[in-house]
């Protein structure tokens, strides 16, 4: 048996510290611990609670001591766009705030207004989707509205940045995490300085991007002393799309990528950018991804509505529904009709999810569900619709043919909208591995040690390791 490995994969709703091994030519992964990650209100803005994620970190490294795991490496992949800003003295400035706040809403308005940067220029840039929360639009929102927190910053840290510093002492800007700001050059893959400038944005905040793989350093004598661990710590692909698209097992390249969470991330891996002006208008993202290659995906809202739904309902006594039980309400309602549009930014936090689906019907005169398991398949209903849309884009765009739709992340698990959307795309849909995020983190990590040689050798090792539960189109 090898080494072991300690994946931290921290989504928008929870985060989990997996420990990774090789044994007779299989990956192994096994749980220690797992947590809540949590949105706060926090001067008049949605925030991370960031000190509770770090607590929460330190916590989970305590566990792998105490049940006798002691790594050799760790890594670290959280969502993207959202930082830090720290100054001088390592000290942060101001909180970390959600891309789901509204402080950007009229960003973009306002360059394209002023004549600053349309967003056709921008893309052509960076190669990065519009999305109303990208870094860069968070950035000259603080700008607007605490310009002397700008003043005052020596570094932009990422969050998954910023746990590795403060479990190191080191400061390092990772390439995957780092493109989702629109900040990055498409083709350079570094930071345009020109753009940075353009937005009138300190340049001096943007360290030297480091690739993933790159071997950040041990931990701190504090945090040694703290867990009774030492362990180096690895950049992994720290956007968690990054390291969830390296665990595909696809058997070819003509399949398309579904990472299935809190968003739904549609796509392929491409050695070359896509800036066309086809690309802009289809809103299609050139995110950057292991070994420099380009995760050229759609976003889609993903789990988030179900998320949403379900912590709606939760009992008196603080008991949440199951999600089979979401499933076995929306089976009932198979045949109920309406189709919202997932992507609508009325549904990026809403007071109420099952109200804001039932105003979206109303206001499209279509069928206003009333029953939990009617909104539930509204929902199901529009993701498989969505999944449909998005794959015929990406053939138009690529020129390809696609012939299979890979699904990995917590959302393969739910087979009925794996049904749905083999029926949908007429595509089959390989479900699985659940734990794709993780994997893909731990896979960066033994590439790195040497114990994995290729990509590819990963990829097979995956689909040797790992149940793939096979739905085809009925």
């Known amino acids: 048996m090898s080494s072991y490995h300690l994946a931290v994969d921290i989504g928008a709703s929870s985060g989990r510290h997996m420990i990774g091994w090789l044994e007779d030519g299989m990956i192994h992964l096994k749980e220690i ?51 830090v800003l720290l100054d001088k003295n390592g000290n942060r400035l101001g909180d970390a705030v959600s891309y789901r706040d509204d402080r950007t809403n009229s960003i973009r308005d306002e360059l394209e207004k002023n004549g600053i940067l349309s967003f056709e220029e921008h893309y052509g840039i960076t190669g990065i989707q519009y999305q109303k929360f990208n870094t860069c639009y968070q950035l000259l929102a603080l700008k607007k509205e605490n310009p002397e927190l700008l003043e005052q910053a020596d570094f932009m840290l990422l969050i998954p940045d910023y746990l590795n510093y403060l479990l190191t002492g080191m400061k390092a800007q990772e390439y995957t995490n780092a493109t989702t700001t629109g900040l990055v050059n498409a083709e350079l893959k570094t930071w345009d300085e020109e753009l940075i400038n353009r937005l009138e944005l300190p340049s001096h905040i943007f360290l030297n991007i480091s690739p993933a793989g790159t071997i950040l ?19 992994p692909a720290t956007h968690d799309t990054g390291s969830a698209y390296l665990a595909v097992p696809a058997a070819d390249e003509n399949a398309v990528f579904l990472s299935s969470g809190t968003w739904s991330l549609l796509g392929v891996e491409n050695r070359n950018a896509i800036t066309s002006k ?66 609508d930014d009325r549904f990026l936090a809403p007071a109420s999810m099952i109200e804001e689906v039932k105003y979206a019907c109303a206001d499209t005169r279509q069928a206003v569900p009333e029953q939990i398991g009617e909104v539930m398949q509204v929902v199901y209903n529009s993701l498989a619709q969505d999944y449909v849309r998005a794959i015929e884009e990406l053939q138009t765009l690529t020129g390809r043919t696609y012939t299979a739709l890979h699904i990995v992340g917590g959302g393969s698990q739910d087979m009925y909208l794996n049904q749905m959307t083999a029926n949908a795309t007429g595509l089959p849909v390989y479900a699985g591995p659940v734990e794709g995020t993780a994997l893909g983190n731990l896979v960066a990590q033994l590439i790195t040690t040497g114990e994995i040689e290729t990509l590819n050798d990963a990829r097979r090792m995956i689909k040797h390791s790992f149940e793939i539960k096979e739905v085809y189109p009925q």
């Open 278 to 343: 086809e690309s802009c208008q289809k809103n299609f993202t050139n995110e950057g991804g292991y070994d420099y290659r380009y995760r050229y995906l759609k976003n889609i809202m993903g789990l988030w509505m179900i998320q949403s739904i379900r912590r709606e309902l939760t009992e008196p006594d603080g008991t949440l529904p199951s999600f089979p039980s979401l499933i076995a309400a929306a089976k009932e309602f198979r045949e109920f009709p309406s189709v919202i549009n997932p992507d």
């Open 217 to 235: 350093g041990e931990l701190s004598e504090e945090v040694q002393k703290e867990t009774g661990m030492n362990i180096n710590v690895i950049l």
């Open 33 to 83: 611990y797992r947590f809540e990650n949590r949105l706060i209100h926090k001067n008049d803005h949605l925030c991370w609670d960031i000190d509770h994620l770090y607590e929460e970190l330190l916590q989970g490294l305590k566990e792998c001591k105490k049940q006798g795991y002691e790594p050799e490496t760790m890594g670290i992949d959280t969502w993207a766009v959202d930082y």
